[in-house]
């Protein structure tokens, strides 16, 4: 059987470009389409989220959803279906206490996001491994990269961008949930605790809203706007999460039809190098059992592995081989 | 000796169980209202087709059910103490309406004086649902009297639900005079524990069924926030609440006026429960931290562009970036499953899926 016309397509000049090998200590010259090669298990190879992460994501879904259908319905009432939805959750003022315990539990799961994050970033800081490009803190890199990706999508890249542990649509996302997780808990509260909100704005913005009494001053603006942030807000994160984000993880092409990472914390190899070059890099230099695995495949597809000391012909593999060349 | 004892228990609980079935069915038997008719009106009335067809061909129905009757808070009045122009039976036709406002032979229990609706008619009568002095021929013909609210089948009793006694006896209070009634009050149980007896779904049903109107509205020179106040208040929390069947949302009444349910004034009135200095204790009822900033929140939220400029353009705003982030979103995700058609589903196809957890190499390898 010939190479698969795709591979093919890659063609001599697009291999001596500069970017197409990056080389890695102790492995050899990684070609940056060796994700045709690679095997991968559905559950996942390399580690990506730590279990803290996992329940977090957990948590903030179930808690997104009983907010999404209880906040639907209240927003919505007059719409058919409303009713059905509301009696679902035992009545109107049933679902309303549900839809706060559900925020309450979301916004105490935000808490928890911040204290792991904070906790392992300090601990990284004093181990002296810390490196912000494994974080999820945008870099004019992610606009490159954004560039990038559509010049690929039209045709005029050969390759994916070689992308960090998050990319910019990733960081894109999650700078999307911060802000909306803020507004709509301020709105939320401002909703639930109109009273108190409207204390403790100064009686300076007060005066300074030149806005005449009529409307209900300062305060009275800031509820309604909050009414309709929060709506807006809200309906803003479904669509963006039922038409982009679950589309993202588990429709588009090579990630269909399922992403077990959500629960396993592990991502599958194949994905990691394809849209997460970098990082792949980064799990070669820690994982001794990556680089032999990495060498190996190397090996059996005959790309160039001079760099190494001894080249083996072979096709396949002995583990002694391998153990003394990770050294 | 077991079985003489069986025996005897199987007794003993049958005669007691055929004592309960029978205090159980005399308790069942509904207290007949014999006062009501002791002018012997049902003798007609009780027939269901006793009607006529008047001269503008509508037909008109006579028939009294006694079995609704006797079960609505009415029960123990003789038709004669409300329709008082009926002096002989078989009676002439009928010109006159009933008078809530007559004297009951029913006595109260302490003030042993007679009862009369004439205190709470008192209240209406200063309402901005009375006809007044000033007002035309169609205002006058479009403002609600007893009968347009509290249609007869209404008359029935309530359910029981215990709620603050000062509360509920504020509404005794509306027609019954307060010596005595007040201490017999906190030693008895009573129905009208809530504000009103009907539910809040009830309640905005019966207000829209006039100020939804917006062309009889206009007509009536209400003002334009009163024009819209039906629907503003389904916009809002409480009338998104109390359309999905909320029994503690505020209705109409919850706001609008006091435990004398009748005092419904223009909100330019002193004596309004929406006036804005009556506001917190108004708005107090239910939400116990109120304060002078709290009583601005709109009630009636608008977000129409000449009412509300800001809001306005702020929803507008807000909806430009839904749609905008939405869409641009959705068309890279679209972009990308475009794009990768090249290395997606015939990339899949030809090497296997990572899903089988089969190598990818196999066809370099062979060659």
């Known amino acids: 059987m010939s190479i698969a016309p795709d591979t093919a397509a890659v063609g001599e000049e697009v291999k001596a470009k500069d970017d197409y090998f990056t080389f890695v200590e102790g492995v050899g010259n990684i070609p940056r389409d060796i994700y045709k090669y690679v095997k991968s298990d559905p559950a996942g190879d390399l580690p990506r989220y730590s279990v803290h992460i996992v329940i977090q994501h957990f948590l903030v879904a179930t808690t997104f959803l009983v907010l999404a259908a209880t906040g639907l319905a209240l927003h919505f009432a007059d719409v058919f279906w409303a009713p059905y939805v509301i009696a679902l959750f035992g009545g109107a003022d049933t679902a309303r206490f549900i839809h706060r315990i ?17 906790a392992g970033s300090v601990q990284k800081i ?104 929060h709506a807006d807000e809200a309906v803003m994160a479904l669509i963006v999460l039922a038409f982009w984000h679950l589309a993202n993880v588990h429709i588009v092409p090579g990630r269909f039809p399922f992403q077990w990472t959500f629960l396993t914390g592990r991502i599958t190899r194949e994905h990691q190098i394809e849209e997460h070059f970098l990082e792949y890099i ?37 583990e002694s081989t391998a153990e003394k060349e990770g050294d | 000796m077991d079985r003489s004892r069986d025996l005897n228990s199987l007794k003993i609980i049958g005669t007691i169980s055929i004592f309960l079935v029978l205090v159980l069915a005399l308790l069942s038997i509904s207290s007949y209202a014999e006062a009501a008719d002791k002018d012997n009106c049902l003798m007609c009335h009780k027939y269901q087709f006793l009607g006529r067809i008047d001269e503008n061909g509508k037909r008109i129905n006579y028939h009294v059910s006694e079995s609704i009757y006797n079960h609505t808070v009415h029960r123990n009045i003789s038709c004669r103490e409300c329709h008082t122009y009926i002096k002989k039976i078989p009676h002439d036709p009928v010109e006159e309406e009933v008078n809530c406002a007559n004297l009951c032979h029913i006595k109260t ?9 004439e205190r709470i008619i008192e209240i209406y009568k200063q309402s901005a649902h009375a006809p007044g002095p000033g007002d035309s021929a169609l205002l006058e013909k479009s403002k609600p009297n007893c009968k347009f609210c509290h249609l007869n089948p209404m008359y029935t009793r309530v359910s029981e639900e215990r709620i603050d006694y000062h509360e509920s006896l504020s509404r005794c209070l509306n027609c019954h005079q307060e010596k005595g009634v007040t201490q017999a009050y906190i030693h008895m149980t009573h129905r009208l524990r809530k504000k009103t007896s009907r539910s809040p779904q009830e309640i905005v049903e019966l207000c829209a069924k006039c100020h939804q109107d917006v062309e009889l509205m206009k007509k009536l020179n209400v003002s334009k ?29 919850s706001c609008h006026a006091s435990n004398a349910l009748h005092d419904i004034y223009k909100k330019d009135d002193r004596r309004s429960t929406v006036e804005k200095k009556n506001l917190r204790k108004t708005c107090s009822q239910c939400h116990a931290r109120t304060n002078s900033w709290f009583v601005q929140v709109a009630v009636h939220p608008s977000t129409e562009r000449d009412e509300n400029p800001i809001v306005f353009f702020a929803n507008l705003s807000l909806k430009f970036a839904l749609y905008g982030t939405v869409f641009s979103l959705v068309g890279l995700m679209l972009l990308e499953t475009f794009g990768r058609k090249k290395d997606g589903i015939k990339f899949l196809l030809r090497n296997g899926t990572s899903w089988r957890g089969k190598p990818k190499q196999k066809e370099k390898k062979k060659k």
């Open chain 1, 282 to 318: 980064n799990n070669l230099k820690e994982i001794p059992e990556e680089r032999d695995y990495m060498k190996q495949v190397l090996r059996e597809n005959e790309f160039e592995t001079s760099i190494l000391r001894e080249s083996t012909e072979e096709g396949s593999v002995e």
């Open chain 2, 109 to 117: 229990p302490f003030s042993q004086e007679r009862f009369s609706h």
């Open chain 1, 102 to 118: 559900a925020a309450y539990i979301m916004i105490l799961t935000s808490v928890y996001h911040l204290v792991t994050i904070t």
């Open chain 2, 225 to 253: 926030r009163g024009q819209t106040a039906v629907e503003t208040y389904k916009q809002s929390i409480h009338g998104k609440s109390v359309i999905l069947g909320s029994e503690v949302a505020a209705d109409c009444i």
């Open chain 1, 126 to 229: 004093l181990k002296n491994e810390f490196d912000y490009k494994r974080t999820q803190i945008p870099t004019p890199k992610d606009l490159f990269d954004l560039i990038h990706d559509v010049k690929y999508f039209l045709g005029i890249e050969p390759f994916r961008p070689k992308m960090e542990k998050f990319s910019y649509k990733q960081k894109l996302h999650y700078l999307a949930i911060i802000w909306g997780t803020i507004v709509l808990s301020v709105a939320g509260m401002a909703l639930l605790f109109p009273g108190i909100v409207a204390k403790i704005f100064p009686e300076v913005i007060f005066k300074l809203h030149s806005q005449p009494a009529t409307n209900g001053g300062f305060p009275a603006l800031f509820q309604d706007l909050a009414r309709l942030m």
